[in-house]
C-alpha cells in the first residue's frame, strides 16, 4: 500500500473498560464562563466512505490514521452514499437492487456533562437496512433521515416515505412510513412529527413526477393525511427546507410552503422571465442558518428568496477560465456562511451567503483532467467542521480542503478509483447538521 500524506497530530487515548478495541479520548471540560464561539471541531478527524468504481465494495477510511479500516461488499455498486444528522452513520444506497444498508463509523461522543469523551471504535455494519423499491431522494432534519423509495410502475409497485431516527438505526426499529397506491418519482421533507410529500394522481399524470404536495402526521409509525395544499407543482422535482420554510421545485416556479407552530401555508414564486423553453428549477438546496435557498435550473444556479418572492441568478463562473466549468456538486458549508461548488475543472468554488459573491477558488485537482476515466467524475464531501473532501479518480486520491485557509491541507491515497465519498465521524458543536 502506497504512503498516506495525511500529517495529522494522533489524540493521546485512553483504554476503556470493557475490551481493546474501544478508545477514550478525553476531552477538556467545558468553560462555562466563555460564551465565545469557537466552533471547535472534533479532536478525531473523522472517517470517509468510499464507494469503488464499478465494484459492489466500500471501504471506511480513517484520517487520523490514514488507513483503510474495513471493506464491505455490498449487492451491487453504491448509486449513493449519505451521512445520518449526527454523522455517525453512513447510508449506502444501492438503488436497482432495492437495497439501503448503514454503517456504523464507529465514531462516537459519552457526554459528561461539563465535557465530552470521543469514543472510538471499530466501524460495524449494522442489522438496519431496507429492502423497499427504488431508494432515491435522501433528505435530513435535525434528526431524521428520510428516503423517498420511488417504487416501480412495471412491477406495480407503489412508492413508499420511510423516515429513521438515530435510535432506529442503532436498534433496527421500523421508523414511520408513508405507503402510496402508485409509485412516483418525488420528494419528502420532514418536519418533527409531519411530513411535507409529494402526490401524484395516476389517473391524469403524464409522467412519473407529482404535482401536489400533502402534509401528513405521524401516529404509532404510520403518516396520515393532514392536507393537501391548493398550490400545485406540476413536474415537482427537487427539495429543501430551513428553519421554517420547505421548497419544492415546480416547472412553473418554486412552491414555498410555512410553518408556523403546527400550521403550514403554501405560496408559488414564478419562474423569471429569463426563463425560456423547458428551463426550470429542478434541484433546490437549503439550510437551517439560511432564509435563502438556492435552486439550480438548467445548470445554473439561483438565490431564491422567499420573502420578496424572487429567483435571481447566482454569477458564479469565472469568465476568464480557459474552459468554461460545469458544476458536479454543491452544498452549504461553514454554518450556512458558504455555498460551496465543485466544478468539472477540479475547482472548489467559494460563495459567501450573505451576498453570493466569490469568496475564492481553490484548485483541489491538479492531475492531468484529460485522464480522467470513463464515467468517473469528482464528487464532494462535505463535513460539519471547516474541512471538505474532494474525491480524485485519476490519482486515485481523496484531496482534503481546509475551508479557513482556502487550501489543500491534506491528500489520501487509495488502494481503487474513487465514485461516490461521504465524510462520517463526530460532529461537533453540539447540534450541528446538515440537510
Same mark, same amino acid.
Given at each position: ?11 493521546? %487515548? ?71 444528522? @449526527? ?10 437492487? !432495492? ?34 423499491? =427504488? ?9 431524521? *433521515? ?14 413508499? $416515505? ?9 436498534? !433496527? ?39 401536489? &404536495?400533502?402534509?401528513?402526521?405521524? @401516529? ?18 427537487? *427539495? ?20 408556523? +407552530?403546527? *400550521? ?16 426550470? $428549477?429542478?434541484? &433546490? ?29 447566482? !454569477?458564479?463562473?469565472?469568465? @476568464? ?22 466544478? !468539472? ?15 475564492? =477558488? ?27 473532501? %474532494? ?18 491541507? +491534506? ?25
Amino acid at each position: 500500500m502506497s504512503p498516506l500524506l495525511f500529517a495529522f497530530a494522533i489524540p493521546a %487515548v485512553l483504554t476503556g473498560c470493557g475490551g481493546g478495541d474501544t478508545k477514550i479520548v478525553e476531552r477538556d471540560p467545558i468553560p462555562i464562563e466563555d460564551d465565545h464561539d469557537h466552533d471547535d471541531e472534533p479532536t478525531h478527524q473523522g472517517r470517509l466512505l468510499v464507494a469503488i468504481k464499478d465494484q459492489p465494495k466500500v471501504g471506511i477510511w480513517d484520517i487520523t490514521g490514514a488507513t483503510l479500516l474495513e471493506e464491505y461488499t455490498l449487492t451491487e455498486p453504491a448509486s449513493a452514499l449519505y451521512a445520518s444528522p @449526527s454523522y455517525r452513520y453512513g447510508f449506502v444506497i444501492q438503488r436497482l437492487a !432495492n437495497r439501503v444498508n448503514v454503517i456504523d463509523s464507529g465514531l462516537s461522543q459519552e457526554d459528561h456533562g461539563d465535557h465530552k469523551d470521543d469514543i472510538i471504535e471499530a466501524p460495524r455494519w449494522l442489522a438496519f437496512g431496507t429492502d423497499k423499491t =427504488r431508494p432515491t431522494h435522501f433528505t435530513l432534519t435535525e434528526t431524521q *433521515s428520510v428516503i423517498f423509495y420511488d417504487g416501480n410502475g412495471d412491477t406495480t409497485t407503489p412508492a413508499q $416515505v420511510g423516515v429513521y431516527t438515530e435510535d432506529n438505526i442503532k436498534n !433496527n426499529t421500523a421508523g414511520n412510513s408513508l405507503e402510496y397506491t402508485t409509485h412516483m418519482h418525488g420528494a419528502a421533507q420532514a418536519r418533527g412529527d409531519y411530513l411535507l410529500s409529494t402526490i401524484r394522481d395516476p389517473l391524469t399524470a403524464t409522467s412519473t413526477l407529482p404535482d401536489k &404536495v400533502g402534509l401528513y402526521k405521524a @401516529s404509532n409509525g404510520i403518516y396520515a393525511e393532514q392536507q393537501v395544499f391548493s398550490e400545485t407543482c406540476p413536474g415537482l422535482h427537487g *427539495s429543501a427546507q430551513n428553519k421554517t420554510q420547505i421548497a419544492f421545485g415546480c416547472t412553473d416556479g418554486v412552491l414555498v410552503i410555512t410553518q408556523t +407552530g403546527d *400550521s403550514f401555508s403554501a405560496k408559488k414564486i414564478a419562474n423569471p422571465t429569463s426563463f425560456t423553453g423547458a428551463t426550470r $428549477v429542478g434541484t &433546490v438546496l437549503g439550510d437551517e442558518h439560511r432564509t435563502e435557498f438556492v435552486g439550480i435550473a438548467a445548470g445554473q444556479f439561483f438565490a431564491i428568496n422567499t420573502s420578496a418572492g424572487t429567483i435571481t441568478p447566482i !454569477n458564479w463562473v469565472d469568465t @476568464s477560465s480557459t474552459t468554461i466549468p460545469t458544476a458536479l456538486a454543491y452544498g452549504f458549508a461553514d454554518d450556512g456562511e458558504l455555498f460551496v461548488i465543485l466544478d !468539472n475543472q477540479g475547482k472548489i468554488n467559494l460563495l459567501n451567503t450573505n451576498n453570493w459573491s466569490i469568496s475564492t =477558488r481553490i484548485q483541489a485537482i491538479t492531475s492531468n483532467i484529460t485522464a480522467l476515466p470513463a464515467g468517473s467524475r469528482f464528487e464532494l464531501a462535505l463535513t460539519p467542521g471547516h474541512k471538505i473532501y %474532494v474525491s480524485d479518480p485519476i490519482a486515485n486520491q481523496i484531496k482534503q480542503i481546509d475551508l479557513e485557509t482556502a487550501k489543500v491541507s +491534506g491528500s489520501l491515497q487509495l488502494t481503487g478509483t474513487p465514485a461516490k465519498i461521504a465524510w462520517i465521524g463526530i460532529a461537533e458543536p453540539a447540534g450541528n447538521h446538515h440537510h
